[in-house]
């Protein structure tokens, strides 16, 4: 008897032993890319290999600028969600692909629209900034969005007098008040990444390190923002490596910075900050889902694809929109 012939199911059909190895996986990504008419932006946090070969790497607020600007029909997003959920908010049209769909964040996770809204309500008067790390849900019960490179100015664009509430980083938040001395409502949400950061551990190896600078991300605790030499956005970290004298760097964000970094500045030495417990935490576990295999997959099956409610993206694009403005 013949055993009629199924269709390969998705799991074999994504065995990796039949992906492209090596160059030819490079090679069939930009062969996608053109096929689809695709443009690959990916952020400083994932793996050199897709950095090498993205049309654009940048900080949250330069990948949502470049996302509102592209003309590309395909937009594959190497990032985590709520990155390619505003490429998707600010292109409705387009489609937005993602290499997983689990690439989360934990500011966005513990912060639950519902939870959010009754915050919101509790707090009658305040306007509410939120930090792009949310989901479409909380961008939609937001004025204005805000990335941890202009959340200063972007806070600032409020009259003094006006009562702000900021979600969800509770460091970064902490920050912008200390920045502009003024108070604000905070979620009390944080980055599992930057909360392993201590100030016990820099003061160690600055110990080690006397002529080092020590540069921080803004979602570091106060206590370790208080010993940097330099705070900033990713793109803000990059730019201070590149254009400063020092020679030795210590660098409290998650290491994928380090690889344009390094190419930045081949002379100096880059000391990635080390994680409280001895761990790996300073390799955020969200970002590093993507990996080259799966980009490949997302642009060879058009899937994982963000999709969203028309009439929440509505309300999601408006506080993104007025960042871009006050951008
Ligand atoms: P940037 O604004 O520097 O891109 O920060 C994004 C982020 O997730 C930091 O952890
Ligand atoms: Fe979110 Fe932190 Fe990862 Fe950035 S590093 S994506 S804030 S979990």
């Known amino acids: ?43 400083y946090y994932q793996d050199g290999e897709i950095q090498d070969l993205a049309d654009f790497v940048g900080d949250s607020l ?21 990155m390619a959920e505003t490429a998707k908010i600010l292109n409705p049209d387009k489609q937005v692909l993602i290499p997983d769909l689990d690439a989360g964040c934990s500011l966005a996770d513990r912060c639950p629209p519902e939870a959010f809204a009754r915050w919101v309500a509790a707090h009658p008067g305040h306007k509410v900034i939120s930090y792009i790390n949310c989901s479409a849900g909380v961008k939609a019960l937001s004025d204005v969005i805000c990335t941890s490179s202009n959340a200063v100015q972007i806070c600032n664009s409020f009259p003094k007098d006006q009562p702000l509430i900021f979600a969800p980083d509770r460091h970064l938040g902490a920050w912008v008040e200390k920045q502009l001395g003024r108070k604000m409502v905070l979620w009390p949400g944080f980055c599992v990444v930057h909360e392993q950061f201590t100030a016990r551990q820099l003061l160690r190896l600055k110990a080690q ?40 760097f210590i660098v409290a964000t998650e290491v994928g910075i380090l690889h344009l970094m390094a190419k930045a500045r081949p002379d100096a030495e880059l000391i990635p900050a080390p994680p409280s417990s001895g761990c790996n935490c300073s390799i955020c576990p969200y970002m590093r889902l993507n990996s080259l295999e799966k980009l490949y997959l997302c642009m060879r099956d058009r899937t994982p694809e963000i999709t969203l409610d028309e009439e929440l993206r509505l309300r999601a694009l408006k506080p993104v929109q007025r960042m871009l403005e006050l951008s």
């Open 209 to 248: 390190h006397p002529q080092a600078e020590i540069i921080a991300h803004p979602e570091c605790e106060a206590s370790v923002l208080d010993l940097a030499d330099y705070i900033g956005s990713t793109r803000g970290l990059l730019d201070h490596v590149k254009a400063s004298a020092a020679k030795t």
């Open 62 to 82: 330069q990948l949502s600028q470049a996302a509102a600007k592209t003309s590309a029909k395909v937009i594959v997003f190497a990032g985590v969600h709520f």
């Open 1 to 43: 008897m013949s055993v009629p012939l199924m269709p390969a199911t998705d799991a074999q059909r994504r065995h990796p032993n039949e992906l492209p190895q090596g160059e030819a996986l490079i090679r069939e990504i930009a062969r996608l890319r053109k096929e689809l008419d695709a443009v690959v932006l990916a952020h």
